[in-house]
């Protein structure tokens, strides 16, 4: 198995352009995660997903921010506009839904640098 | 609400000594899982362990040992005879559903 994928590795933007982040489960996980990370919050939980459906997205900074499951195995975070508050690393991990012991595999992340 | 809290932000040890990672965590669950992960330079998230909120039992894998004691809500992570590779931060998780992350400890292992 591949893992969970993302892309891009790396993004450049300048403020208030849209960016786009993708993650590709491992297939049979149905529970998806999204985290940004930055040094002075850590690890934040943005949204997650059970079978498509967003279960908690109360980690979502602001409108700006926005996460879709078009299908089971694969998931985009846009960011529209883009600030050069939103500069950190974004993960996406999956899991089974069940059993809820369950341990996170990451992906290897996306650096976003909003200049 | 869950709540994980590693209140050292960074340590640095001399090589070969042995170094703690606190973890506190807060949930109103009885069922819940408890979780490490190592973050080395590269950026990855490495899986360490898991534990589940029934299972007291400590556990030593090598030179890792995890302490779990629910009377003082802590699951504390031991490194025996630390190593310049274990230099990374360290992540402890909390997941009743959603996944729960402490801000983690940046630990130096100084050669």
């Known amino acids: 198995d591949a893992g969970v994928i993302q892309s891009p590795r790396h993004e450049v933007t300048e403020m208030g352009q849209e960016v786009t982040l993708r993650c590709k489960l491992i297939?049979?996980?149905?529970?998806l995660f999204w985290y940004r990370q930055t040094m002075m919050r850590g690890l934040e939980l943005l949204i997650y997903?059970?079978?498509?459906?967003?279960?908690?997205d109360s980690g979502m900074p602001e409108d700006r921010f926005s996460a879709k499951m078009p299908n089971a195995s694969f998931s985009t975070l846009k960011i529209q506009p883009s600030e050069p508050r939103d500069s950190a690393v974004y993960f996406c991990?999956?899991?089974?839904?069940?059993?809820?012991?369950?341990?996170?595999?990451f992906g290897s992340g996306t650096q976003l640098s909003v200049l | 609400a869950q709540k994980v809290t590693q209140a050292q932000t960074e340590i640095s040890v001399v090589e070969k000594e042995d170094v703690t990672l606190d973890c506190v965590y807060e949930?109103?669950?009885?069922?819940?899982?408890l979780f490490w992960y190592k973050q080395p330079p590269s950026g990855e998230l490495v899986f360490l362990i898991r534990?589940?909120?029934?299972?007291?039992q400590n556990e030593i894998s090598g030179r890792y040992s995890w302490n779990f004691q629910k009377s003082t809500s802590s699951f504390n992570f031991t490194i025996t005879a630390s190593q310049v590779v274990d230099s990374a931060v360290y992540f402890c998780?909390?997941?009743?559903?959603?996944?729960?992350f402490g801000k983690g400890t940046r630990l130096h292992i100084l050669p």
């Open positions: 998780a909390l997941r009743d559903d959603k996944i729960i």
């Open positions: 949930t109103r669950d009885t069922t819940y899982y």
């Open positions: 297939s049979g996980h149905n529970s």
């Open positions: 534990r589940n909120s029934f299972d007291e």
């Open positions: 991990a999956s899991s089974p839904h069940s059993p809820a012991n369950e341990k996170l595999f």
């Open positions: 997903f059970n079978n498509n459906v967003p279960i908690d």
